[in-house]
């Protein structure tokens, strides 16, 4: 039979273990550093839910996934995490986990419990899982996993600190729009799979929009999941009082003609009738099927921009009414944070601000 965790009780317990200093110094808290430092988040949730499990009721086996797991001390770490960690990580650790709704919905936590025969990507997500493994076979006891999960708690504040800084967008000088093309440039020397394109488009976007009225609303989502939930159409999402008005496909690799007929398809179900597809610096195609594909779009009354990353961005400089150019460097660093973009581009961006005499 599968054990229970009272959510009153995981809540006491979480916000206990988080007034507590981390006692720990030893194998297993330095394990656990490494798993929140890594770039995993799923497993970073699994973590820092499994030691709360185990601290709220030791009868817990903190590898279990499932309530269903063939393990003695099975619970439902879904419900725990979701119920319990999500709005806890929201009120009082600023999304230091990812920020995920609902990350017991993706693939690493659809098991029935960690082991080492789960799939995996071989590497560092490997070696990731069997760290986790290994945490929670090292933790016996109520009383132990609740000091592990005071170090995990004071590791995550620690991130909070390093992200402050992270995100720290002030600059001390006042550039021009010629400058501001140029950030960009060089900004875009880096893709980070896709992520320096997609925050420029989606920052530029933010900005353009603003211009005209509060009834326009710009979403970019993270990186290759455009699509990946219901309330998502491409990469960067354009509303008009509150209905959909159109998207935006932004790619930074090989690309077909079917990503871009799929990403219009997209745009069509949701009733628009206008699409763009913006396409960065290290992108590939086939120019001749693409417009084959654009003109049969066409044909069909559907209304297509593409372009180059380049000249969208000259164009887009050249159109807004840059008031304040502290306001780019914000949005830039905003639409990053939205996205969910990966510490090494968010550093790329304080890195070139540093380097072009900007900070």
């Known amino acids: 039979m599968a054990e229970n965790i009272l959510k009153s009780d995981a809540e006491k317990v979480l916000l206990s273990a988080f007034r507590e200093r981390c006692s720990k110094k030893d194998i297993i808290s330095s394990n656990i550093k490494i798993v929140l430092q890594g770039n995993h988040k799923t497993y970073k949730y699994i973590l820092v839910n499994g030691l709360l499990a185990k601290a709220t009721n030791e ?20 419900s725990l995490c979701h119920n319990v960690l999500v709005p806890f990580e929201r009120d009082f650790l600023q999304s230091a986990l990812g920020g995920s709704n609902e990350p017991f919905l993706n693939k690493p936590a659809r098991f029935t419990h960690l082991s080492d025969t789960n799939a995996v990507r071989k590497g560092q997500d490997k070696e990731t899982l069997e760290l986790l493994i290994e945490i929670f076979n090292s933790i016996h006891t109520s009383s132990e996993a609740i000091k592990y999960l005071a170090c995990a708690l004071e590791f995550l504040n620690e991130k909070i600190e390093e992200n402050n800084l992270l995100h ?22 880096k893709s980070f799979e896709g992520e ?37 159409v491409g990469d960067i999402d354009i509303y008009k009082e509150d209905h959909f008005y159109y998207a935006i496909e932004v790619k930074d690799k090989k690309f077909t003609s079917y990503d871009l007929e799929h990403a219009f398809k997209k745009i069509q179900e949701q009733g628009g009738s206008k699409g763009q597809f913006i396409y960065g610096p290290s992108a590939t195609f ?11 779009f066409e044909q069909e009354g559907f209304m297509v921009l593409f372009q ?24 830039i660093m905003s639409t990053a944070i939205e996205i969910n973009a990966k510490g090494e581009t968010k550093n790329w961006i304080q890195e070139l601000l540093t380097n072009i005499g900007w900070k």
Do not use: W
């Open 196 to 232: 320096t394109s997609a925050i420029v488009v989606g920052a530029l976007e933010k900005i353009y929009h603003s211009r005209f009225s509060k009834n326009f609303r710009v979403i970019a989502h993270k990186v290759n999941q455009s699509g990946s939930s219901s309330k998502e």
């Open 286 to 296: 086939d120019e001749e099927l693409l417009e084959k594909r654009i003109s049969v």
């Open 168 to 189: 720290d967008s002030s600059i001390k000088y006042n550039p021009t729009l010629v400058e501001i093309y140029e950030f960009i440039f060089r900004f875009l020397d």
């Open 308 to 331: 180059d990353i380049f000249t969208y961005s000259r164009t887009m400089i050249f159109k807004i009414d840059l008031n304040s150019k502290q306001e780019f460097i914000d949005t």
């Open 59 to 78: 009868n817990i086996n903190a590898l279990a996934l499932q309530a269903g797991a063939p393990l003695k001390g099975a619970f439902d770490a879904r």
